[in-house]
């Protein structure tokens, strides 16, 4: 059974860092791009970052390019989003999801291209 499970978020202030945390169970993440996104009440999920462990592919929002950062853990069939210089903007619910459905034309920044989903972390930047 795929599960993904995340953890870290909290309540910050703004500037300050946090680390969420993803680890899968039933598959290797090194078989399937593994994506963050979150969504802020009213609005729609949002495509945060995506890894791709197997050659290390990565890429970002615009919104979170040069403050967040993704890894990946293969021992701890784990992934991580870096998050720093946190502005309140960036208060939402956080999920983690597997795309075991990708081929090479898909967006992995788009919701729809994946299968498994979290059950999200909050995270709260206060001003």
């Known amino acids: 059974e795929v599960q993904l499970v995340e953890s870290g978020g909290g309540l910050v202030q703004a500037g300050g860092s946090l680390t969420l945390s993803c680890t899968a169970s039933?598959?290797?993440?090194?078989?399937?791009?593994l994506g963050w996104f979150r969504q802020a009440p009213g609005k729609e999920r949002e495509g945060v970052s995506y890894?791709?462990?197997?050659?290390?592919?990565?890429d970002y929002a615009d919104s979170v390019k040069g403050r967040f950062t993704i890894s990946s853990d293969n021992a701890k069939n784990t992934v991580y989003l870096q998050m720093n210089s946190l502005k309140p903007e960036d208060t939402a619910v956080y999920y983690c999801?597997?795309?075991?459905?990708?081929?090479?034309?898909?967006?992995?920044?788009?919701?729809?291209?994946?299968?498994?989903w979290g059950q999200g972390t909050q995270v709260t930047v206060s001003s």
């Open positions: 890894i791709r462990s197997s050659n290390g592919d990565t």
């Open positions: 999801a597997a795309s075991v459905s990708f081929s090479y034309y898909s967006y992995l920044l788009a919701a729809g291209e994946y299968d498994y």
């Open positions: 039933g598959f290797s993440i090194d078989d399937y791009p």
